[in-house]
């Protein structure tokens, strides 16, 4: 039965592996998800991904020939409840890295914990604060908000646009975009007409979007995750808006779409490659992998993936890599050889990790999307 405080989802999947394991002390790994509450539609998928991959390695004879214990936490879309996940991580279960949170608001609250634990996070939440300034055992996978603007804002010049309006969501994620979108859009050469906020349990965001649409900007630019996008996308084709809409990479999985309706068709956004991964040309270095994850999540779960899967993807492998190559498992370890990661390619882009940069990705991570006839499509 599900605690009240926190659903345990603590797996053994070592003891699965057989006698070729048998020997081996386990490699504990913890994650911190947002399995259920209002970001469940991205921590399932990462907890979904983690699974699979554990299940996998473990099959194929663990880490250094040692069997993998994955341990994780599901936060319930909460807080407190994400410092009290990372809390028992660190202090009961002593794991030597820790995957996760699932969003830049619980990642943010439990970041610092980390420092003083001498234990990696490798969060899979998207805010530019997470690794910016660097904190030495804090890592992300999620691409940065920064180059989510600056794809949206290099688009937007190509249209000739000039009068910007924002929207975004009062939480972690939304705040820290809308200091990008505020520091970016001035920069770019662009003027903000209009500014509004809406909460992430708020159902109707119509009084907002009116006033946007009272300052006549060229192009509204959304940013937050489901299911507040989705009715802005309703609200906007209800209120009969024409404004060319942009959202976030917040809202890059079907999910969206499926909340949306018709009301997404038309909607821009960056997003990454594994949207449209059988689109992209047979160079790309990432189109095989992406392939590979897509059919594997698809048949083990009978759900269409989502790129925020694959942010709990990269974590693990990630992580993985940084074990095998310092031929160590433990946290110091862990983390010295995941700042030396380079090439590493992922669902979300290819890692290029350094002690100044804890995220590794650049623009190129993100290709802009549209959605047309309830799918996916580049925009050319």
């Not at 605690?3 to 386990?26: Q, R, Y």
């Not at 410092?83 to 279960?93: F, T």
């Not at 689109?279 to 048949?299: R, S």
């Amino acid at each position: 039965m599900k605690s009240k405080m926190l659903a345990v989802l603590a797996m053994a999947l070592f003891a699965m592996a057989g006698t070729a394991l048998a020997g081996g002390e386990p490699i504990k790994i913890g994650a911190v998800l947002s399995v259920t509450g209002p970001a469940s539609f991205l921590g399932e998928p990462e907890k979904n991904t983690l699974t699979m991959l554990a299940e996998k390695i473990n099959a194929a004879g663990g880490i250094l020939g040692r069997p993998l214990e994955m341990i994780i936490l599901d936060d319930e879309t909460d807080v407190n409840k994400a410092v009290l996940a990372a809390q028992r991580l660190l202090k009961k279960d002593n794991v030597a890295a820790v995957l996760g949170p699932t969003v830049s608001g619980n990642t943010l609250a439990i970041m610092n914990s980390f420092p003083a634990a001498k234990v990696p996070l490798v969060s899979c939440a998207a805010a530019e604060k997470i690794v910016s300034p660097v904190n030495p055992w804090i890592f992300k996978t999620a691409q940065s908000d920064r180059h989510a603007v600056l794809s949206i804002l290099e688009h937007a010049k190509k249209q000739g646009y000039k009068k910007l309006a924002i929207i975004t969501v009062s939480d972690g994620y939304g705040q820290a975009g809308r200091e990008v979108l505020k520091e970016l859009i001035p920069a770019g050469g662009f003027e903000i007409v209009a500014d509004e906020v809406y909460g992430p349990k708020d159902t109707d965001m119509s009084a907002q979007l009116t006033k946007l649409k009272s300052a006549a900007p060229d192009a509204i630019i959304c940013w937050g995750t489901n299911p507040g996008p989705a009715v802005i996308a309703r609200n906007r084709m209800q209120l009969g808006m024409t404004t060319p809409l942009y959202m976030s990479h917040g809202v890059a999985s079907k999910k969206f779409i499926e909340l949306a309706g018709e009301a997404a068709e038309g909607l821009l956004l960056p997003a990454g490659k594994l949207t449209v991964a059988a689109m992209l040309p047979d160079a790309d270095p990432q189109k095989p992998v992406l392939l590979a994850y897509a059919k594997d999540y698809e048949a083990a779960f009978k759900q269409p993936v989502s790129s925020f899967g694959g942010y709990g993807y990269d974590a693990f492998y990630l992580v993985k890599q940084a074990i095998e190559a310092g031929n160590a498992a433990d946290p110091q370890a862990i983390r010295d050889n995941l700042e030396k990661i380079k090439g590493f390619v992922g669902i979300s882009g290819v890692f290029n990790f350094t002690p100044e940069d804890h995220n590794g990705l650049d623009q190129s991570a993100f290709v802009m999307v549209t959605i047309k006839n309830g799918d996916w499509s580049i925009v050319p």
